[in-house]
């Protein structure tokens, strides 16, 4: 009863926090001089105003979707990885680098784009291997390892770019070579979204619910989260379990990096993460870190990201904008939580 | 500075932790403030210095009442406190230090500082170098800074808390050397200990605090057995003593020796024997914190041996202890025994070995049911551990300690318990120590010790005691040996 209470207390707050987060957004767009509703209706219809529009929504999707998923791992330890973005990037790699090892073998395109993919996630593995190991070994705090290792990561692409994967003749920020599309992931005909893809990113999302929620591995990583001290005087082998979370997070986190090179670029370009790794931080905090609930928020993301592609062209206006309006509502979203639990506990 | 308190309350929760305390200092005075963990000690003085408010009553500076609001508010209007942890910043400088809580203008004016702090200084005949850094400094040598900077601060009453843990004999003689040169000089100083002989060497008057009350005060010269009577004198009745008399070794420590940035503990030897229990007495910090978590394998000791059965298990991880059938039970049981968030069904579930990958969640209810009834837990598998009260959430970690246990160490097994749950989870203790387990425990409770050991040992400063037979020793033997008397 005082249970039901309290949730319904907790999800007037949540509203709250998005009408304030949408109130804020309109106070800025009415700072610099445009019309909000104009601005939001172009959202909408540039989001969902056709079925071309709704798969490349979903194309934004899968990314934001597997990165949240490796992110709750990560949370639930207790671990805040920023280092996604690196993981992202080195899965994008390590993919484009097995493609062009077997381009011109006699294997055939499927087995070719497979071992893609085992490459990509075994490169995020490895760029989150190398954060948990910083941290256990190291001492040094994975939000500074991630955020050097991201560093690298980015120099990293740059340098293949221009370097040993250039295009012939002169490198070029477009990026390495595209593949054969013989090597593209299959796409849905006349769409950019490729199903197999998205089939990838509802089971991160499945597997990542179920290990968290009905699993011994999910309850003792959720142990070290909330509390590492005790969980290490029970028994729970601490340093084991944070590695663990870093490598699964890594192999999600690689898994989207090869989907961007598979099914959507099908070639390595400089800035290949596209943000989706912070973005899936973001989700994963606006959730409160439940599983249930990331792959309608991560919907909701990419399509404010597709939506407001289109308001350069028609209201003048900076694509930026739905990055405004997706960190003023984490941003209200957290002051909201802080007042509810003040509210709350007073009383 | 004349301090005067009147009827001082102060509650956490529903614990009184201060109940009706008059107390008047008059100027020039050492005043000595003693009491066992937990008596309210602290508070009182916290309350002084403005670290807390008072929930009632009123203080009295030199005849005015004031409000302390804080300890900036409090050093203003005279009163500064030394606390048991220097409160410095050790990567700096002294006389960055100082100035740190000088108020002033941007520019800190370095030399007037320099020049005030020493002419302090040879007035005490201190010798701290100003331009060390701070982490280079003795413990000794941070106090005498401490109390440097509240006199430089304009501290008229100097309230110091347990100011003798941690440092030599030679630095504390002259530590009570500058308090003797205060006083004199009409400072106030007010001398928080558990330690009888520092009391009754340098305090000029005693009042001794008990469970939040002040139960006495004394003057000189001092009757030892009527201040440990007043420390502790408590009677409670708590059933017949059960002995164990089994005669096979189970655990051994041999020349155990352990360091601590304040405390060094040498050559620990204890043989014990299966179903034994041994008590660990002594004031909080004189090292038995130390010894105990070092029989887990929480801290690694630089020297010794420590055997379970033919086991060899020093120089091993603590989850090789742990595998090994050694259970540690820490005090604290929210930091360090249970998660927060997690519920009694989810703590069963991590304690417990199960096979399989996916967590069978009927058994994992069914598990915790049996653990509620067997331990009397109020709350359901679902609740989390923070719904639960404190007597609960203990019930709860011995709960969740699994069967079998060839040593089970303890941290305060009843702290924050009344007297039925206490008596009812001890029961619990010695049905596990005549199917064979043996137990370690530190409690503050005197009486505790002597009823459920068989054998004790007495720690002080990081020196430990030969086994003590408890049948044979007293509540006042006891005291005398905690408060560093008769070593």
């Known amino acids: 009863m005082h249970d039901r209470k309290s949730r319904w207390i907790s999800a007037a707050f949540q509203v709250l926090a998005v009408v304030t987060a949408l109130l804020f957004t309109t106070a800025v767009m009415l700072l610099v001089k445009a019309q909000p509703l104009e601005a ?15 798969s490349d929504v979903l194309v934004a999707w899968v990314p934001l979707l597997l990165a949240a998923s490796g992110l709750l791992v990560t949370f639930a330890a207790g671990l805040w990885n920023i280092g996604i973005e690196g993981q992202i990037t080195l899965g994008a790699i390590f993919a484009t680098g097995m493609l062009r090892l077997l381009q011109d073998s006699a294997l055939p395109p499927e087995l070719i784009i497979l071992l893609g993919f085992v490459a990509g996630a075994a490169g995020g593995m490895l760029w989150a291997g190398l954060v948990g ?72 999302i499945l597997i990542v619910f179920l ?7 999910g309850l ?3 142990a070290v989260g909330r509390n590492g001290r005790a969980a290490f005087l029970m028994g729970v082998p601490t340093a084991r379990y944070m590695f663990l979370a870093f490598i699964l997070c890594g192999l999600f986190a690689g898994l989207a990096g090869s989907v961007q090179v598979l099914a959507v670029y099908h070639r390595l370009i400089p800035s290949i993460s596209s943000g989706y790794g912070f973005l899936g931080l973001m989700i994963a905090m606006l959730v409160n870190y439940q599983a249930l609930w990331v792959a309608p928020v991560a919907l909701f993301f990419a399509a404010l990201n597709i939506g407001s592609i289109q308001l350069p062209i028609v209201l003048k206006l900076d694509s930026t904008l739905s990055g405004v309006l997706q960190g003023a509502l984490v941003l209200f979203v957290l002051v909201m939580d802080g007042v509810r639990r003040r509210f709350t506990q007073k009383r | 500075m004349k301090v005067e308190l009147r009827n001082i309350h102060k509650f956490f929760g529903r614990v009184h932790a201060n109940d009706d305390i008059t107390l008047t200092i008059p100027q020039g005075t050492i005043q000595g403030i003693l009491g066992e963990n937990g008596a309210g000690k602290s508070t009182l003085m916290k309350i002084l210095s403005g670290f807390i408010q008072a929930d009632g009553g009123e203080i009295l500076l030199d005849d005015k009442v004031v409000k302390i609001a804080s300890p900036s508010d409090a050093i203003r209007q005279g009163v500064g406190m030394l606390h048991q942890d220097p409160l410095d910043f050790p990567p700096m400088r002294v006389i960055d230090n100082l100035l740190i809580g000088h108020a002033g203008g941007l520019f800190p004016a370095r030399k007037q500082v ?53 440092i030599s004999a030679i630095q504390k003689a002259k530590l009570f050397e500058t308090l003797r040169i205060l006083a004199g000089q009409g400072m ?37 057995d009527n201040l440990v009577q007043m420390m502790f004198g408590k009677v409670v009745t708590l059933g017949e003593r059960q002995n164990m008399t089994a005669e096979d070794l189970r655990f051994q420590v041999r020349d155990l020796a352990i360091e601590d940035y304040r405390l060094q503990i040498r050559n620990v030897n204890l043989d014990l024997r299966r179903g034994e229990v041994v008590g660990l007495a002594g004031m909080e910090g004189s090292g038995q914190l130390q010894f105990l978590r070092a029989c887990a394998g929480i801290i690694r000791p630089v020297h010794g041996a420590i055997q379970l059965g033919a086991k060899t298990l020093h120089g091993q991880p603590y989850h090789a202890f742990q595998n090994a059938g050694i259970k540690y039970v820490p005090a604290s049981r929210m930091e360090e025994g249970l998660i927060p968030g997690l519920t009694l069904s989810e703590h069963f579930m991590l304690t417990e070995e199960r096979p399989g990958f996916f967590i069978d969640r009927e058994e994992a209810a069914g598990l915790t049911r ?29 709960a969740l300690l699994r069967s079998p246990i060839d040593l089970l160490l303890m941290e305060h097994p009843s702290r924050g318990l009344d007297i039925e749950s206490t008596i009812w989870i001890w029961s619990k203790l010695k049905e596990r120590c005549r199917q064979g387990t043996s137990i370690i425990f530190i409690s503050a409770d005197l009486d505790e010790v002597l009823h459920y050991s068989d ?15 408890a049948a044979a020793t007293t509540v006042d033997q006891l005291g005398q040996l905690i408060g560093g008397k008769g070593w």
């Open chain 1, 40 to 54: 939001y209706k172009n959202i909408l219809i540039g989001s969902f105003g056709s079925v071309t529009k709704i």
């Open chain 1, 133 to 204: 190991l910083l941290k256990i070994y190291g001492g040094v705090n994975e939000i500074f390892g991630g955020l050097g290792m991201n560093f690298v990561s980015t120099a990293l692409t740059i340098w293949l770019i221009f370097g040993p994967w250039k295009r012939p003749g002169v490198g070029s920020m477009s990026g390495t070579e595209p593949f054969d599309p013989s090597l593209w992931l299959p796409m849905l005909p006349g769409l950019r979204l490729s199903p197999w893809s998205l089939v990838i990113a509802i089971a991160a």
């Open chain 1, 211 to 217: 290990l968290l929620q009905g699993t011994h591995f």
């Open chain 1, 220 to 222: 003792r990583l959720k």
């Open chain 2, 114 to 166: 320099a020049a005030a702090i020493q002419k302090l200084q040879s007035q005490f005949g201190f010798n701290i170098d100003l331009d060390a850094f701070v982490d280079s400094l003795t413990v000794g040598e941070r106090q005498q800074l401490e109390i440097l900077r509240l006199l430089w601060m304009g501290a008229r009453t100097l309230i110091l808390d347990e100011p003798t843990t941690g």
């Open chain 2, 188 to 224: 106030t100083v007010i001398f928080v200990s558990h330690k009888l002989e520092d009391v009754e060497g340098l305090c000029g008057q005693v009042v001794v605090l008990s469970r939040g009350k002040l139960v006495g005060q004394a003057s000189p010269p001092y009757v030892t």
């Open chain 2, 370 to 398: 049996q653990g509620i009834q067997d331990f009397y837990i109020k709350g359901t598998p679902a609740s989390t551990v923070e719904s639960l009260s404190g007597g609960n959430q203990q019930r709860a970690l011995l």
């Open chain 2, 455 to 469: 054998r004790i040992l007495v720690f002080f400063n990081g020196k430990v005691s030969l086994p003590l037979d």
